[in-house]
């Protein structure tokens, strides 16, 4: 049977388009605009997708949207880092076990052992609390993502600070009657670690007190993609927490920096001093990366940050003293260190 018409009937994934022909019943068919399907043939409407699908290849159904976080099944990256982790995870507690051991040698005693033993355990901590951040993210580890790395990293960048007021307090006490050497021993330090860490402590239970970080959806960011990620809630207490520990780092690097030059055979402030530059540059330079991704990859810059700073702490503190322990023993005496 003939069939009179002027305009081939729409298929799914499309609509009718009138009034690009003189004829009113003629019509064109075009493609539904992006997050829309039409389902039947000759429709004249698309309907828009729920919030969390999106059409398939040809438009004809919704389907859920893809779901990205840094996995541990699906992301390779996450993989590496969880193996980087460990790796430094156990190569800081192998150099606490050395100066455990050779806790009465003199390059161990020279700049204040229990100083070391606690740095080298923030240390540890930091490269644990790398598996926070990933994995599929949930309310708690949103709360404990940026506090517990804030707050290791207060006692460690504190930690540094004490060594090296230390170190500019025993060069002045070595001068006769210096009233510095009333400040020497164990309680200065102490004290300035308890203080410095105690206010991000404090920051950090306003913060959650207030408005803390919780899970959240993105699902306007990337088309076809649900992004899940960690809202940090109070954007004032984020940054309230970063800088703080911004500033202690500037604070040490600064005191390390002018005692670096004072007359020692083995002035630890030298060490301080690059490793604190090393830090504060890679959080520097993390900072405009952070700020121009979004979803996992800003969480993998997050993490790299965490590994790199801490590595570098590790090794510029730390790999010096232990190739005089364990290569050069003949340098790790009274005489030579002084």
């Known amino acids: 049977i003939p069939e009179s018409r002027c305009s081939d009937p729409c298929l799914p994934g499309s609509r009718k388009k009138f009034g690009s022909s003189i004829h009113k019943c003629c019509y064109e068919c075009v493609s ?27 438009k004809d159904r919704c389907v ?32 606490l076990g050395i100066f455990i051991h050779y806790w ?65 307090i025993a060069f002045k006490a070595t001068k006769p009657g210096s009233p510095w050497r009333k400040w020497m021993g164990a309680k200065l330090p102490n004290f300035i670690i308890c203080v410095f860490s105690l206010v991000q402590i404090i920051i950090c239970v306003t913060w959650l007190s207030i408005s803390p970080p919780f899970q959240d959806q ?20 984020f940054y309230s927490v970063l800088g703080y520990m911004g500033l ?20 630890e402030a030298k060490y301080i001093t690059f490793s604190m530059l090393v830090f504060c540059s890679v959080w520097i330079a993390m900072i405009p990366a952070y700020l121009s991704t979004r979803g996992k990859y800003m ?17 510029c503190i730390f790999f010096p003293k232990c190739y005089i322990i364990l290569i050069r023993p003949a340098l790790n005496t009274k005489t030579v260190i002084r």
């Open 64 to 95: 859920p949207k893809l779901v990205e976080f840094l996995s541990y099944t699906d992301d390779h990256i996450v993989a590496v880092f969880s193996a980087v982790s460990i790796f430094c995870f156990l190569l800081t507690g192998l150099i």
């Open 32 to 58: 539904c605009s992006e997050g829309e399907i039409s389902n039947i043939s000759d429709s004249e409407n698309c309907m828009k997708c729920p919030d969390d699908e999106w059409p398939n290849e040809k």
């Open 104 to 168: 009465d040698t003199p390059i161990v005693k020279a700049n204040n052992r229990n100083l070391s033993y606690l740095l080298l355990v923030s240390i540890m901590l930091s490269f644990l609390c790398v598996f926070l951040f990933l994995g599929h993210p949930v309310d708690v580890t949103c709360m404990l993502r940026v506090t517990s790395f804030g707050v290791i990293f207060s006692v460690a960048v504190s930690t540094l600070l004490a060594k090296s007021i230390m170190v500019c």
């Open 218 to 237: 993105d699902i306007h960011y990337y088309q076809g993609k649900i992004i899940i990620q960690c809202n940090e809630g109070s954007v004032i207490g």
């Open 299 to 315: 969480v993998a810059v997050e993490v790299f940050a965490i590994i790199t700073s801490s590595t570098g702490l590790l090794g």
């Open 248 to 267: 202690l780092a500037a604070m040490s690097f600064i005191i390390a920096f002018l005692a670096r030059t004072l007359p020692d055979s083995f002035n």
